[in-house]
């Protein structure tokens, strides 16, 4: 159980264009997701906290008009990279809590996606 | 600002011997602790959690964990070391919003 999962898995995309990824709760309900940017050989970096039916809370520093997150169910969020340049190439993973066991404060991360802007 | 540090950024050790991995916090309040770890071009995976009770955590993979308050602490152990638990490792603590704030990690190799 708590499988998530990303799609796609790895992007190459030309600088200019926008990029959308999906992130999904497969077997549970997901009223909050969490992207994260993880650059190579760093930690990961909370981006925006994603509520299920409401706007997503962006982290300090972080372009909400350049990275924006739809979070339209309970077991789908999207992060859409617009307007995409080389400096946003990164390992951007999501992660979501489950619903039914909120109480035990866990997040179920998805496998990633690398974005690469060329 | 709350925090957590790993103090190792690779360690290497032999397989079938000993581990420990550093996490050191900064919280007043008695923290939420997570440990995950990463496989290459992969997400992460939770290995075990500390909330409350019970200072030594037990997790998968016959991992487990140690709270202590007196050092700011949550060092993470495994008794005798595979070649498949090759990988980065990440301590983690739970912040207001239920968000989760990150150490630098880990990257654990293992020689044959």
């Known amino acids: 159980g708590a499988v998530v999962s990303q799609h796609p898995s790895w992007v190459i995309c030309k600088s200019g264009t926008s990029v959308k990824i999906e992130c999904r709760s497969l077997?549970?309900?997901?009223?909050?997701m969490f992207w994260y940017r993880q650059f190579p050989k760093q930690s990961l970096m909370l981006m925006a906290t994603?509520?299920?039916?409401?706007?997503?809370?962006?982290e300090q520093g972080v372009e909400k008009d350049k990275f924006l997150i739809n979070h339209a169910s309970l077991t789908l969020s999207t992060l859409t990279v617009t307007s995409a340049h080389p400096e946003d190439s990164s390992f951007y993973i999501c992660?979501?809590?489950?619903?039914?066991?909120?109480?035990?404060?866990?997040?179920?991360f998805g496998p990633g996606t690398r974005l690469t802007v060329t | 600002a709350q925090s957590v540090t790993q103090p190792d950024i690779h360690i290497t050790v032999s397989e079938g011997a000993s581990l420990e991995l550093r996490c050191n916090y900064s919280?007043?309040?008695?923290?939420?602790l997570f440990w995950y770890v990463q496989s290459p071009g992969q997400g992460l995976q939770l290995l075990l959690k500390?909330?409350?009770?019970?200072?030594l955590v037990q997790g998968i993979k016959g991992f487990e964990a140690e709270f202590k308050r007196s050092q700011s602490s949550f060092n993470l152990r495994k008794p005798s070391v595979h070649w498949s638990d090759a990988a980065e490792y990440f301590c983690?603590?739970?912040?207001?919003?239920?968000?989760?704030?990150f150490g630098a990690g880990t990257i654990l190799r293992v020689k044959s």
């Open positions: 992660s979501a809590r489950d619903r039914g066991l909120a109480y035990r404060y866990e997040q179920y």
């Open positions: 077997d549970f309900q997901a009223t909050t």
């Open positions: 994603s509520n299920e039916g409401s706007k997503a809370t962006y």
């Open positions: 919280y007043g309040a008695t923290p939420y």
């Open positions: 500390y909330f409350s009770g019970d200072t």
């Open positions: 983690a603590s739970r912040k207001r919003g239920n968000k989760l704030v």
